[in-house]
C-alpha cells in the first residue's frame, strides 16, 4: 500500500518498511471488511493486478479468491517483505514484481480486476495514476480503490494533520463521495461503496472500466 512517483514518497516507504505491519495496530481497524469485500469483489477473477502492494496485508486475501495474482510495489523494501510473506503463506499464484504504477510495462487490457488499496491519496499525480490502472483492465474489468479516508470524519482530519507533522507523504484527503468522484471523473462507474469505520475510516469503492 505504498505510492509511486517521487524520491521523498519511495524513501520514506523503504525507510518504514520493517515496521509498516506494525503501523496498523493503530489503523488497522477497518482491515478485516476490507479484506473481506476486496475478495468477494475477485473471487473468481483469472487475473488480478495488485499496485502499491506494500507488505502483502491484501496480497493474502486476493490470492485465495483469484487465479493468479500479480502484486507490485515501487519500493524494493516493500517487496523484498513481500516476497517473504508469499513464500511463507505457499502462495503459489502470486507472482511479486518490482514496478512504478504510472509504468507498469504490461500490455493493455491483461487483468479482470486492479486492486489499489489505500494508495491514491498517496499519488503525486492522480490523474496519471488511474490512467495508467485503466489501461491495463479488461473491458469492464473492476478497478477496486479501498482507500483511507482522512476527510471523512472530525477525528479523522486530526490524525492525518498528525500523521504529516511525521513526514507521512500524502497528497490529498478523500471522503468517500470525493473518492468516487475521481474515479467518475476518470472514466469509470461506479458499483458498490462502503464507508468502514475506524480512526480514519477506509472508503471502499468499485468502479467498471468503459
Known amino acids: 500500500m505504498t505510492a509511486s ?9 523503504e525507510r518504514h518498511a520493517a515496521r509498516y ?32 502492494a506494500g507488505t502483502g496485508l491484501v496480497t493474502t486475501a486476493l490470492a485465495r479468491a483469484a487465479g493468479k495474482v500479480v502484486a507490485t510495489d515501487y519500493s524494493a523494501a516493500m517487496v523484498e517483505r513481500l516476497r517473504e510473506r508469499v513464500r511463507s503463506e505457499g502462495l503459489a499464484n502470486v507472482e511479486c514484481l518490482e514496478r512504478d504504477l504510472y ?8 487483468f ?19 490512467r495508467a490502472m485503466r489501461a491495463v483492465l479488461r473491458p469492464g474489468g473492476t478497478l477496486l480503490a479501498p482507500t483511507y479516508a482522512h476527510d471523512e470524519t472530525a ?52 468502479a467498471l472500466a468503459g
Open 155 to 206: 477525528v479523522s482530519r486530526g490524525m492525518s494533520r498528525l500523521m504529516a507533522l511525521t513526514g507521512f507523504p500524502g497528497r490529498r484527503r478523500f471522503t468517500k463521495a470525493s473518492l468516487a468522484s475521481a474515479l467518475r471523473e476518470a472514466g469509470f462507474q461506479i458499483g458498490r461503496t462502503e464507508t468502514i469505520p475506524g480512526i480514519i475510516p477506509i472508503a471502499f469503492v468499485a
Open 21 to 52: 505491519d506494525r503501523s496498523m495496530l493503530l489503523l488497522g481497524r477497518p482491515l478485516p471488511r476490507m479484506l473481506e469485500l476486496v475478495a468477494e469483489s475477485v473471487r473468481g477473477a483469472g487475473e488480478v493486478l495488485e499496485v502499491a
Open 103 to 110: 509504468a507498469l510495462g504490461m500490455p493493455p487490457g491483461t
Open 5 to 13: 512517483g517521487g524520491t521523498t514518497g519511495r524513501e520514506y516507504w
Open 112 to 130: 479482470d480486476a486492479v486492486v489499489c488499496a489505500n494508495v491514491l491519496h498517496l499519488l503525486p499525480d492522480l490523474e496519471a495514476g488511474l
